[in-house]
């Protein structure tokens, strides 16, 4: 879609002038802004204030170098990142990236994208995301500790509990958040919730480690549940082996859906019986192996090379969790044809632009990640709020609270894209919700 609106064709041109070679940030400005054309058209204030030209400038960026010692005593260099991209709401809230894939464009994107899905949850947390380069993959326990370290030695002069709390993401774990936080409290001597996703033994929220999956499936379940049908007897694909799929399948399982088929970056497994749960968290939480494994361990199982192909797989519903761009057009094309009914991404931006006009073209239900995906960081910021009272809530407590949240954040945003845009629109619905209450707090600071 081209922009009809020129302030918003200005602003984008701009973006695109001082971001060259972004594309991934660039994707995910420009799929924000394009919703935006009814609000600016409502909202001469919003435009007079310059909302938007400032809200896709990110307030600071830290690009620093991270050097730790291998096994073999070879020194090792990577790059570590924090955008710290809009407090207007809160403080800094984001995930922290491993993966060699890292680079300024995908957190830029994903920092971006953060700043409306934070709003979405309606509790008080800005954007922001971090990562590096370094791939936890094959390293040993001493060194993604040591890795770890020199990366919080100097992410901890940024961060603060009041200041910006990272979080999990692709390749960083429990184990990955551990080694951090214990870095944070040696250097700065305090024990304040300044990472969330913590090990229970130290600060950490039951259900956080559930909440991204279980989240998603909520969301997916209300939205099912508004055009009169539910999870019950319906096939789920899920993208992805890592938390947030393994938690999408359990909670998709519980609802009554049969998950038939589960990816890594090598291929996919598919179990016309049912994925065995216990037996993925066995290879991928406990033994850190290959999805593969899984069909050699379950009779009846198979495994299948390369990961686009999972989205070739007959399903009612798709859950993509595993990373962005993971479906372009011919895998979104391929799930239209086999019938594919709803699509609710877990992942950050899994489904390219071009995939989403196809989906929204069939008709399907669609749930975009901002919305879908956002109970990781609800949960997350449930977790501040229990280090702030130096409380616990228990796990019941803890997912109903995320069950309300994702119930609300489908009803907010299916009222947007009703008012704004066209119902059931959850794309331009969750854009601008998100944007709404992030741009009235920036209005009410004045130009900073
Ligand atoms: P994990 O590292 O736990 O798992 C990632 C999974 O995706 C792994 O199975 C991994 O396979 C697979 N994967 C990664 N890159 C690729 C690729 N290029 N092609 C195919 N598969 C790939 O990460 P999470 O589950 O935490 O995150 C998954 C997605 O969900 C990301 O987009 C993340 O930003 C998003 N998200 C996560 C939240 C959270 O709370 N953790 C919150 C909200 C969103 P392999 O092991 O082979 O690399």
Known sequence: M??????????????????????????????????????????PDIVAAGVIDRLVEPERAIIFRVSWVDD?????????????FNSAIGPY??????????????????????????????????????????????????????????????LAKHIGADTDVPAGDIGTGAREIGYMYGQYKRLRNEFTGVLTGK????????????????????????????????????????????????????????????????????????????????????IKEVERLRISEYANRVPGAQFFPGCSGIWTVKCDIALPCATQNEINEESAKALIANGCQVVAEGANMPSTPEAIAAFQAAGLLFGPAKAANAGGVATSALEMSQNSMRYSWTFEEVDAKLKQIMIGIYNNAYKASAEYATPGDLVAGANIAGFLKVADAMLAHGVI
């Not at 701009?14 to 994707?27: A, G, I, S, T, W």
């Not at 934070?118 to 993604?144: A, M, R, Y």
């Not at 992805?240 to 996919?268: F, P, R, W």
């Open 199 to 282: 090990g229970l033994t130290y600060g950490g929220s039951l259900a956080r480690k559930e909440a991204t999956g279980y989240g998603l499936c909520y969301f997916t379940e209300e939205m099912l549940k508004n055009n009169g049908t539910s999870f019950a007897g319906k096939t789920v694909v899920v993208s992805g082996s890592g938390n947030v799929a393994i938690y999408a399948t359990e909670k998709a399982t519980q609802l009554g859906g049969k998950v038939i088929a589960m990816s890594d970056s090598s291929g996919y497994v598919v179990d016309n019986d049912g994925i065995k749960l216990d037996v993925v968290k066995q």
């Open 2 to 43: 081209a922009f009809k609106n020129e302030y918003l064709a200005g602003v984008y041109e701009d973006v695109c002038k001082r971001n060259p070679n972004e594309p991934e940030f660039l994707q995910a400005v420009k799929e924000v802004l394009e919703t935006l054309e009814p609000v600016v058209e409502k909202r």
């Open 72 to 84: 073999s005593g070879k020194v090792r260099v990577n790059r570590g990142y924090r955008y710290q």
């Open 93 to 154: 809230k984001g995930g922290i990236r491993l993966h060699p894939s890292v680079n300024p464009s995908i957190i830029k994107f994903l920092g971006f994208e953060q700043i409306f899905k934070n709003s979405l949850t309606g509790l008080p947390i800005g954007g922001g995301k971090g990562g590096s380069d370094f791939d936890p993959k094959g390293k040993s326990d001493g060194e993604v500790m040591r890795f770890c370290q020199s990366f919080m030695t100097e």
